[in-house]
């Protein structure tokens, strides 16, 4: 089918893996490719609600690369401030080997999807990962794969990461130096100790959804293919 959002043209509705209907679809996004930068923040769901705006002067957007995120605590796009079952971001440009901590999402705090995690102001894991922690010193999980482009994907409800589409075995560790929640819709979504510095790094975000109901593993495989694809 081809679909008409906010002066784009699509081919196919790629935010919709078998099995998904428009109502289980929260809100979706796509950066890249937009034909200008109001276009690209626009919720292609329904375009009346959780439009995304940019808080903070650093943020940028360009059609070839999406939207860029500063190595700023809570810098990002805001609009959409739900708690969400299962979502997904495609990203790129994450430099696997500093030692920072790079957030994706966190819409509400205890929502939180890290592109490279941290268990502390000095212990940077540098793969994806997880947490629903609330304060200080709760549980996060994390990949042992890194990941400096692609998809990632996750289903809150089952604790399930997904990298490209694929499945990962998970580590446990304790969230600490995190007293302080920043969250945001889209961006370096994080929580650390206001008065202590945890590095942050850059990201590029290329697209983002979010759904109220659980994503089986064959539904993150479908969605990651066509995310890649844009």
């Not at 081809?2 to 081919?11: A, D, F, K, P, V």
Request: charged share 15%; aromatic share 12%; hydrophobic share 35%.
């Amino acid at each position: 089918m081809i679909i008409e959002t906010n002066g784009r043209r699509r081919s196919q509705a790629w935010w919709l893996p078998s099995g998904i209907s428009e109502t289980n679809v929260q809100a979706a996004y796509q950066f890249k490719g937009a034909t200008s930068e109001s276009n690209a923040y626009y919720n292609l769901v329904n375009s009346s609600t959780y439009s995304l705006s940019k808080n903070n002067a650093s943020v940028s957007w360009t059609s070839d690369k999406g939207v860029f995120i500063p190595a700023v605590r809570g810098a990002g796009l805001t609009g959409f401030n739900q708690g969400y079952v299962s979502c997904a971001i495609r990203f790129s440009d994450v430099d696997v080997n500093a030692n920072t901590a790079i957030g994706l999402t966190s819409p509400i705090d205890g929502y939180y999807l890290f592109a490279k995690t941290a268990n502390s102001l000095s212990t940077y894991y540098k793969t994806p990962g997880f947490s629903k922690a609330t304060a200080e010193s709760q549980s996060a999980s994390r990949s042992s794969e890194s990941m400096a482009n692609g998809v990632l994907g996750y289903t809150r409800s089952l604790d399930k990461l997904y990298q490209n589409g694929q499945s990962k075995t998970l580590t446990t560790y304790t969230f600490g130096a995190a007293a302080d929640p920043f969250p945001v819709s889209v961006g370096n979504a994080m929580r650390s100790n206001t008065a202590l510095t945890r590095y942050m790094g850059t990201v590029y975000i290329q697209a983002a959804v979010f759904y109220n109901v659980a994503l089986s593993d064959s539904q993150h495989v479908e969605l990651a293919e066509k995310m890649n694809a844009i």
